[in-house]
């Protein structure tokens, strides 16, 4: 599908690579000069100006450097990923960028930070079975880049505990959710990620729902909470505290994280080695 309609660009993603590709000529380049001043591949810089690609944020900045814009594609493509998620959800994105520390429990499904591409369309795809194609994997590019939080200078802990059943939900079928349970594993290796399973085998959770808690060097921690209408950011000092001691009996109740990575390891054998 065209991303421009007579020439005009019809969506972030759109205006975002037309504003790359007049600065492009402006300072007489052409994709592969460019390519070469932001050490990307010319096949990037032309999905980018095609409006097939939102550029990452280091290309924004390297960018901002060869044009010499002062921030400019650094703050456009930030106003555009935010706008790529429900405005339920973008000012958790705003947090959760921020975070020194993100606790997160989920009770039903592989939290978005920690998904692989095929696992989130699979998601997006059986949610909105009559959205068009483009649709749906813009979504999923947008939660994708939700990773980029874990790759900033200083990244913030992440604690992760995943309710068991997100293991044996199969979720896109057998090859996804191998995937997908290798990439927790591979994850769960990093020094600032720790992962629990919460087994079935303990019963009652000390919460039935999922939920996140940031916290932060300076501000207060906040939590966040979905509901069929959407997500809320919670800065009650009451419901933080009374999240937080729930996300402490999970974590005294969760399997250890070697043990929790062998149970992974195990079920991805088990169940979905075909």
Known sequence: MNEFSGGEPIDGYAYFGLEVKEARLHAKLTQKGLADETHYQPPYISKVENGLLLGSAQFAA???????????????????????????????????????????????????????????????RHAH?????????????????????????????????????????????TQVMREQLGHLLGEAESPQITL?????????????????????????PLLYEESWSGGHVIDSSAQVAAASAAYDRLRADAMSPDDSRALIKKVMLEEYSR
């Open 129 to 173: 079975p009559t959205s068009s194609e483009q649709w749906v994997k813009r979504k999923v590019e947008a939660r994708l880049r939700r990773r980029e939080a874990l790759d900033r200078p200083n990244p913030p802990l992440l604690w992760v505990i995943l309710d068991e059943s997100c293991l044996h939900r199969r979720i896109g079928g």
């Open 62 to 124: 390297a960018c901002d450097r060869v044009f010499n814009t002062s921030g400019f594609f650094a703050r456009m493509r930030e106003r555009i990923n935010r706008r790529e998620h429900p405005s339920w959800f973008e000012p958790y994105v705003k947090w959760e960028a921020q975070a020194e520390s993100i606790l997160d429990y989920s009770a039903n499904l592989v939290t978005g930070i920690l998904q692989t591409e095929d696992y989130a369309y699979a998601i997006y």
């Open 196 to 220: 629990q399973v919460l087994p079935f085998s303990t019963g009652a959770a000390p919460a039935a729902e999922s939920f996140i808690l940031l916290t932060f060097a300076e501000d207060p």
